[in-house]
């Protein structure tokens, strides 16, 4: 058996972890907002991503746990599922190493972002950060592509199939259909018809019933709509 190549010969980048946050601010008003959490940096100066180098012997997974908790502030939570976007290998991305970043979006509901270090940044129709400087990095294009991940997950228009009331979860249930269509045109940013989106997720849902009459809403605005929860549930 021959020896193992001498692999210290060859150049190794620095590997890190950067996640893209999202959430719909106001998930059950009649206003709900799209957001992406974005942090100050000193080192160096700036606005970015939360994210952080892998450290030795250390998993992706674990960098994501450890860039939620020390740098956000949060806990992964089992329910939370951390998606990969793609690898961002640009060799001049970082004007201080040679690195290259996994990308993560994460999509939390609201609560449990309260108290995260950061801020929740409007992301408007265009798909872009409202009011925002170009951030560090190549920030920038993970943000358009965790947003774009995200809005394909949501928009049923051209779609037959495989479209799923938010699939992310932004919105706690039990909730009117009028509710759930906001939250889906919040993440395109975009209306959506009213009886053709009623009609595509009514399959995926069940009417909260109580000794048998269905439940209405209580305390939103006009009448009384049926509550309902998504049916696997």
């Known amino acids: ?5 001498d692999l210290e010969r060859f150049p190794r980048p620095g590997v890190t972890v950067d996640l893209a946050i999202l959430t719909v601010v106001g998930a059950s008003d009649t206003k709900p907002d799209l ?4 942090q100050d940096r000193s080192e160096p ?6 994210g952080g180098f892998i450290r030795e012997r250390w998993t992706v997974a674990q960098t994501v746990g450890d860039v939620l908790q020390r740098k956000v502030g ?30 993560h979006s994460v999509s939390m509901r609201e609560a449990v972002l309260n108290g995260a270090r950061g801020d929740l940044v409007h992301v408007t129709s265009e798909g872009r950060l409202d009011g ?6 190549d920030h920038e294009q993970i943000v358009s592509t965790a947003i774009e991940s995200l809005r394909e997950r949501y928009e049923f228009r051209y779609r037959y199939v495989d479209v799923h009331p ?7 249930p039990p909730f009117t259909l ?3 269509r906001k939250v889906h045109e919040a993440v395109v940013g975009a209306e959506l018809h009213k009886d053709n989106f009623n009609r595509r997720m009514k399959p995926f849902l069940e009417p909260l019933t109580r000794k048998g009459e269905p439940v209405l809403s209580d305390g ?3 009448r009384p709509a049926a509550l309902y929860r998504p049916a696997d549930q």
């Open 45 to 50: 100066i700036g606005r970015a991503l939360p």
């Open 220 to 222: 939103l605005r006009g």
């Open 132 to 137: 925002e400087e170009p951030l560090l990095f």
């Open 178 to 180: 009028h509710q759930l």
């Open 1 to 5: 058996m021959s020896n193992p190549p």
């Open 166 to 172: 938010d699939p992310d979860g932004f919105l706690p």
């Open 35 to 38: 957001r992406l959490l974005v």
């Open 74 to 103: 949060i806990s992964l939570s089992t329910t939370v599922e951390p998606r990969l976007l793609r690898i961002f290998d640009d060799p001049d991305r970082d004007e201080r190493t040679w690195a290259i970043s996994v990308a």
